[in-house]
């Protein structure tokens, strides 16, 4: 059985799940953990959900980094699983730093794959852990936005807000 909890931020409400050693399983902007549960490993995906109020450390960093403390995040373990490149490039992703983000490309070469572009955007697009796998710090060639499952307005928040407080 894994626990979930849901906290109010600034642009919504955002869902985490985590395991019973607390690793976030999946996270995301919905008030319905249900809705989180499709991209969560099959070898991982929990089989029962119980609601806690306090999910202690990660329930802490999600509302210290909405206030501002932006990498109170970065030492939640997390857990994921596929392919070998997923797996690696979802661990790259969590050292690009808050406030500076990357294109596509430069996150495909710091995942040791130049020419896997496609590859580096399908690993933001299967990252079950939003926020703590920070998918939305990757942008297009030309700096644009690009996709993200919770909204292009939760991203640009999400940006706006490591640059103000970074």
């Known amino acids: 059985m894994s626990d979930w909890s849901t906290f109010d931020t600034p642009t919504g409400p955002f869902t985490a799940v985590v395991d019973t050693d607390g690793a976030v399983l999946a996270s995301g902007w919905t008030a319905d953990p249900n809705e989180l549960l499709p991209q ?4 991982l995906r929990p089989k029962a959900l119980r609601h806690k109020n306090d999910l202690g450390p990660v329930g802490a960093a999600v509302l210290a980094y909405h206030a501002g403390e932006l990498f109170a995040v970065d030492a939640i373990l997390v857990r994921q699983r596929s392919g070998a490149f997923l797996e690696h490039a979802w661990e790259v992703l969590r050292t690009v730093p808050a406030g500076s983000p990357v294109t596509y490309t430069e996150y495909a070469a710091k995942a ?4 896997a572009v496609r590859a580096a955007a399908a690993a933001c697009a299967r990252n079950a852990a939003a926020l703590f796998v920070p998918c939305h710090r990757v942008l297009r060639l030309d700096g644009t936005l ?8 939760v991203k640009r928040w999400l940006l706006n807000h490591e640059a103000a407080a970074g």
Not at 40 to 43: F, I, L, N, Y
Not at 112 to 115: E, I, Q, V
Not at 146 to 153: A, E, K, V
């Open 40 to 43: 969560v490993h099959p070898s």
């Open 112 to 115: 040791g794959r130049p020419a």
């Open 146 to 153: 690009g996709g993200f499952r919770w909204g292009l307005d």
